[in-house]
């Protein structure tokens, strides 16, 4: 009997469609693999990932802003400005679709990209934060994404208008905690679930890479779809491996 790996990705597709269907309560967990068809680099597949190019360290600490806001801004502004124009791909919107037919309660977040909201998710829970807006570290005067442009000083570093503070974007960076509010909406969501589907994430930052674990503590259970191996293959009802987009389509198309 084949395992669950080897089962042909079409079966799987409508296997994990039936658990949707019979699901009272189903929330996807969704990773930055998502968002790769977008046009928007994940991080660790190695020699393409973000931080095949640069080290975290240096610049995606919360140290790193504080101590040298100029080389922050200068990784972070062409990057933010790249994000603002990107849009939501069939996979995105496949979970928004399941959710106007009342077939998934939410979506929790790792991606700071908005495309989820873009897509028409309503109920979307971003545990590490969004780059729709950033916050004066001294005053917390918040700054629409489209109007940080402006605050940059000579030295390229954004500057609060109402007490000259530095601005940061309201991402999560090494070394913070996730907002709290999040963390625990995402933690409650999991707990009820009926089902979680793992998407486009690796599942190895934690605290999110803990979600699945409480879903299947308090009796769900988990799907994974993503290319990358994940510790909770074999907690897997459902285990879908391939390209993100043609999953989920198929997924939908199954329940149709």
Known sequence: MPSKQQVPSRASAEQLAELIRDSECTVALTGAGIS?????PDFRTPG????EKVDPMSVATIDAFHRDPQRFWEFYRPRFHALSDKR???AHKALAELERRGLLAAVITQNIDRLHRKAGSERVIEVHGSIATASCTSCQASYELERVASLFDDDGVATCTCCGGKV?????L????????AIEQA???CARAELLLCIGSSL?????????GVTLASGGRIAIVTKSSTSYDPDAAVRLDGDVV???????????
């Open 174 to 181: 090494f070394g913070e905690l996730l907002p709290e509010d």
């Open 246 to 256: 043609e999953e989920l389509t198929a997924v939908v198309g199954a329940l149709d």
């Open 88 to 90: 939501p791909n069939p």
């Open 36 to 40: 790769v068809p977008s046009g928007i």
């Open 168 to 172: 940061k974007p309201d991402v999560v």
């Open 204 to 212: 190895e930052v934690h605290p999110v890479a803990g979600l699945p």
């Open 187 to 189: 933690q409650a969501w």
């Open 48 to 51: 393409e990932g973000l931080w």
